[in-house]
């Protein structure tokens, strides 16, 4: 910095030495060299020029060492300052930082929980094995959806897709599964890819409430019959009734249904109902091929994606 500016200084003085040339040139008569075409006061500023040539060159060196001096003095105190001053104290107060900036906490709090798979069942029916696995979303505010497939005795079924709504415990079946050689003893279920997606806090500010209005089925009327004889078979079969209490009109409603012969899983199926308005009413019912002695409990779940814009009747 120094040398530049001394290397400025030296332009600066050679420039006006130049001009001072220059002029007194101009005033020169082409015609009459001899005679100088100056006036008295041209010719007065030219003598104190050359008279006080040495003077202004000692202006322009001492300028020179002046600024020199001026960030020779700043560089010192910079030095000063970093190792003995400000230095010091700024790695005082790095140290007293906490190690980890990030608020881990906060982000694990905000992104979405892994959904828990809460069991796998084995069920025999009809010389076939129905599967289903209960998973539940621990998030109140995102929902999935996800490919999914079981393993029955080492081999996989089908993959298909699936959902799961914020909070929310579900079945998942796969339905009528043959066995190569007759008998199951292992299955499991494994979810893949999922999909997250996070319910929007401006559009949907409290979805337990959005839930109540677009999303409320009442189920009544629910009969089971382990044993409905025919005259060449016997067969299982559950009624139940079933109205659409929410404010949207939905192409397509499945309602899955579980019998229990105490805690015990005993069966799973499901039936879909098409174009089920508001305020509709259906007698719902789903026949097994076998008898299911022992049920104690029905459970029936609606199934149906309320993100899913495409099963709103419009």
């Known amino acids: 910095m120094a040398r530049k500016i001394r290397i400025c200084l030296e332009i600066g003085y050679w420039k006006l030495v130049i001009f001072m040339l220059l002029y007194c040139y101009m005033a020169i008569d082409p015609q009459n060299p001899n005679n100088l075409n100056m006036s ?40 000063v ?43 025999p029916s009809s010389g076939k094995y129905d599967l289903a696995a209960k998973i539940r979303n621990p998030n109140g505010n995102w929902w999935a959806s996800f490919d999914y ?37 292992t299955a499991s279920f494994f979810i893949d890819k999922i999909r997250w997606q996070k319910i929007d806090a401006h559009t949907i500010p409290n979805y337990e409430a959005w839930k109540k209005v677009n999303l409320n089925f009442l189920v009544s009327g629910i009969v089971f019959n382990g044993a409905v004889k025919t005259d060449s078979k016997v067969f299982s079969q559950a009624d139940f009734k079933v109205k659409n209490l929410s404010a949207n009109d939905f192409w397509q409603v499945d309602f899955i249904v579980i019998l229990y012969r105490g805690p015990v899983l005993a069966g799973a199926n499901f039936v879909r109902t098409e174009r089920f308005n508001s305020s509709d009413e259906r007698d719902l019912s789903l026949i097994w091929y076998e008898s299911i002695p022992g049920v104690s409990k029905v459970e029936i779940l609606p199934e149906v994606n309320v993100f899913d814009e495409n099963n709103y009747i419009k």
């Open 149 to 185: 497939y079981f393993m029955l005795e080492g081999r996989p079924t089908e993959i298909k897709q699936g959902f799961v709504l914020p909070g929310d415990e579900k079945f998942i079946l796969s339905l009528a599964n043959a066995v190569p050689g007759g008998g199951a003893r």
């Open 40 to 79: 008295e006061r041209q010719l007065g500023l030219a003598y104190w020029f050359v008279t006080h040539k040495i003077l202004l060159k000692k202006i322009f060196i001492g300028a020179f060492i002046v600024f020199d001096a001026i960030f020779l003095f700043y560089g010192l105190y910079g030095f």
């Open 81 to 123: 300052d970093y190792f003995f001053i400000g230095g010091p104290r700024e790695a005082q107060y790095l140290a007293q930082l906490p190690k980890n900036l990030v608020n881990l906490d906060a982000i694990y709090k905000e992104r979405a929980r892994n959904l828990e798979i809460l069991g796998t069942y084995l069920i």
